[in-house]
């Protein structure tokens, strides 16, 4: 089941290279079919489920996974049901679910009830749980670590990722080490949903960035060993630091990644980083349109005569 996922770019940042003193690269996981990294895994997942013979394929999300579950479902003719929180995921996201067919059920909760509840619902019936905790989710999506050696020649020195359920963080270090690298991994919490910054569940994770709202990451362990062992670090950032590296992007470096995706950026500007660097951008910034309406310049109104359209897109403002 594909639909000719990987193979993103990998783009210079000169606008963040500057401000930081390192060589910024971007690694636009948002060009992926269904708009994030999700689908590096996910046509595993499915693909497995497949031939396992599942009739249906489920997971707990706050997006990204029910959107690409969903197209890969579809793509296979089995059922896809998500479950996410309720008016808690971004507009793009639920579009995608439910135009792939999906059955979206709106859990009056949180991600991580959600999961605890699928984890009992695929005990009970005959379907594939396509959330991080499948293994063939973290088989395909250690691939982005293998793309970006190959893209620069070696390993980036630095490795920055936003951290939600911490599987895309384990997936990067199993790819290292597969590849026989070790660049350090910097991973970003946002600061109302950091566990592993905290060392506990939070009960009610709040952030901007809905993506990685998760109290309690399924794949904690690992992903604590994997800034271990990669000399590396997990830290936290606030909604406002992650709001500035948004626009920073988009403005500065021209290109518009989903919140949870500047939580990357967010953290590289507020503790810095040696050498060269890749940021994950994890999803594409047209998932989520009302946090970017909210966030940029309103539009001008304009009268349809030249002098005014001359004022209006070349004026002072
Ligand atoms: C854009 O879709 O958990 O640490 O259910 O959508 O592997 O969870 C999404 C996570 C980062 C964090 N950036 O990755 C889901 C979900 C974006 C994301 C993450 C997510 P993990």
Redesign the pocket.
């Known amino acids: 089941m594909t639909l000719g996922e990987g193979g993103t770019p990998l783009v210079p940042a000169p606008a963040l290279s500057e401000r930081t003193g390192c060589e910024v690269w971007l690694k636009l996981e948002g060009a992926n079919p269904t708009g994030?990294?999700?689908d590096r895994g996910m046509t595993v997942a499915v693909s497995a489920a497949m031939r396992d013979g599942a009739e249906a394929v489920v997971?707990?999300?706050?997006?990204?996974?029910?959107a690409s579950a969903a197209a890969y479902a579809a793509r296979a003719g089995v059922r896809g049901a998500v479950i996410v929180p309720e008016g808690k995921i971004a507009t793009g996201k639920l579009a995608q679910a439910l135009m792939h067919g999906a059955r979206v059920v709106a859990l009056r909760g949180n991600?991580d009830q959600a999961l605890e509840l699928v984890l009992q619902l695929v005990d009970r019936n005959p379907i594939a749980l396509v959330n991080?905790i499948n293994p063939f989710r973290i088989e395909g999506q250690k691939t982005g670590a293998f793309e970006v050696c190959d893209q620069l020649g070696e390993a980036p020195d630095v490795l920055c990722v936003?951290?939600?359920?911490?599987?895309?963080?384990t997936a990067w270090w199993k790819g290292f080490r597969e590849y026989d690298v070790a660049p350090r991994l910097h991973g970003y919490q946002a600061e109302g949903a950091a566990p592993l910054v905290r060392g506990a569940p939070v009960e009610n994770p709040e952030t901007v960035a809905s993506?990685?709202r998760?109290g309690n990451?399924a794949r904690w362990e690992e992903a604590m060993d994997a800034f271990t062992s990669s000399r590396g670090e997990v830290r936290a950032v606030s909604d406002e630091e992650i709001l500035d590296a948004y626009s920073f992007l988009g403005e500065r470096e021209g290109v518009f990644a989903?919140p949870?995706?500047a939580a990357a950026v967010a953290g590289l500007l507020k503790y810095g980083a040696e050498g060269r660097v890749v940021c994950v951008l994890?999803?594409h910034g047209l998932k989520d349109p009302t946090t970017a309406l909210s966030r940029a310049a309103p539009v001008m109104p304009c009268e349809p005569s030249i002098e005014q359209v001359e004022r209006a897109m070349l004026g002072d403002g």
């Open positions: 994030s990294f999700k997971c707990a999300s706050t997006g990204n996974t029910a991600f991080s936003p951290v939600g359920n911490a599987g895309n963080v993506a990685i998760i990451p989903e949870a995706s994890t999803g």
